[in-house]
Nanobody, 125 residues
């Protein structure tokens, strides 16, 4: 099994920043991808950002910039199976429970998706 431990959520004012961290542990043969999803009250869970083992990233339109650096930035440490989400210029609509996800092989030919318990991010004045 694979366990994910998240940290870094909390209450922040609009325009503020937070950094989420997630560490994966357990029977990990190889990680394919790690990322962050969120579920706002009354809404379905949605993608925020993902990072594959090669360092490639993918962001939701709501957090990436079209003409400048996006509000959110995902990074990771492959050696320690860790992923981070730097969130800047936070808006009230970013309020949600943020879930860490990893898609990982636990043997040479068996992979699955694993989820953390979630961390609350609240953006409010």
């Amino acid at each position: 099994q694979v366990q994910l431990v998240e940290s870094g959520g909390g209450l922040v004012q609009p325009g503020g920043s937070l950094r989420l961290s997630c560490a994966a542990s357990g029977t990990i043969f190889r990680i394919i991808e790690m990322g962050w999803y969120r579920r706002a009250p009354g809404k379905q869970r949605e993608l925020v950002a993902t990072r594959n083992a090669g360092g490639g990233t993918n962001y939701a339109d709501s957090v990436k910039g079209r003409f400048s650096i996006g509000r959110f930035s995902i990074s990771g440490d492959n050696a320690n199976n860790t992923v981070y989400l730097q969130m800047n210029s936070l808006k009230p609509e970013d309020t949600a429970v943020y879930y860490c996800n990893t898609r990982a092989y636990t043997t040479h030919n068996l992979w699955d998706d694993y989820w953390g318990q979630g961390t609350q991010v609240t953006v409010s004045s």
